[in-house]
């Protein structure tokens, strides 16, 4: 069985990063036309997708977030990880880590981590 | 980006009833490449249908999507006391991926 667990602080300081590790168990990180992303969730809000990285290596992001999203692989340690730059209260939210296959609906979630910003 | 607009914004009904939630797109959607989640509180989303039209595995057939083009509907046939929850639309068409704003169906 395929999970996905999510780590990294719960507390933030503004205008630093944020970093966060998405564990893959069950299943190589990388696996052949699979996509690994991550998607927040704003207290009370709905949900935003942050960014992805397919099974070739490249990575996409929301325009939204203004280049301040990077996400990697450590293929020896089976995890991807998100870094999100000069943050602000705005970023508070639960973060998840979710699979897609391309042209696909994401069929698997991780129980999300939550992010707080603040001094 | 495609902007999708999900109505009503809270549905009350009760046990036994049927929901119809709607979720319209601000463009078409190619292939009808469009989703349907369920987020219980506390809990991630869970995937109930794609495609539009085609349950997830293991999603029960009360559940049912419908639509194309730019609008789409979720059915949920005879409401059970654990399909009281927030439902989001999604649509994978073309990046950036975008969410509806939900809607939540609570017990009236």
């Known amino acids: 069985q395929v999970q996905l667990q999510e780590s990294g602080p719960g507390l933030v300081k503004p205008s630093e990063t944020l970093s966060l590790i998405c564990t893959v168990s069950?299943?190589?990180?990388?696996?052949?036309?699979?996509?690994r992303a991550w998607i927040r969730q704003p207290p009370g809000k709905g949900l935003e997708w942050i960014g992805s990285l397919y099974s070739t290596g490249s990575t996409y992001s929301n325009p939204s977030l203004n280049n301040r999203v990077t996400i990697s692989v450590d293929a020896s340690r089976n995890q991807v990880s998100l870094s999100l730059s000069s943050v602000t209260a705005a970023d508070t939210a639960v973060y998840y880590c979710?699979?897609?296959?391309?042209?696909?609906?994401?069929?698997?979630w991780g129980p999300g981590t939550v992010v707080t910003v603040s001094s | 980006d495609i902007v999708l607009t999900q109505s009503p914004g809270t549905l009350s009904l009760s046990p036994g009833e049927r929901a119809t939630l709607s979720c319209r797109a601000s463009?078409?959607?190619?292939?009808?490449?469009l989703a349907w989640y369920q987020q219980r509180p506390g809990q991630a989303p869970r995937l109930l249908i794609y495609g539009a039209s085609s349950r997830a595995t293991g999603i029960p057939d009360r559940f049912s999507g419908s639509g194309s083009g730019t609008d789409f509907t979720l059915t949920i046939n005879r409401l059970e006391p654990e399909d009281f929850a927030v439902y989001y639309c999604?649509?994978?068409?073309?990046?950036?991926?975008?969410f509806g704003g939900g809607t939540m169906v609570d017990i009236k």
């Open positions: 979710a699979t897609f296959a391309q042209t696909d609906a994401i069929y698997l």
């Open positions: 069950g299943d190589s990180v990388i696996r052949n036309g699979h996509y």
């Open positions: 999604q649509q994978y068409s073309r990046s950036p991926l975008t």
């Open positions: 463009q078409s959607v190619r292939s009808n490449y």
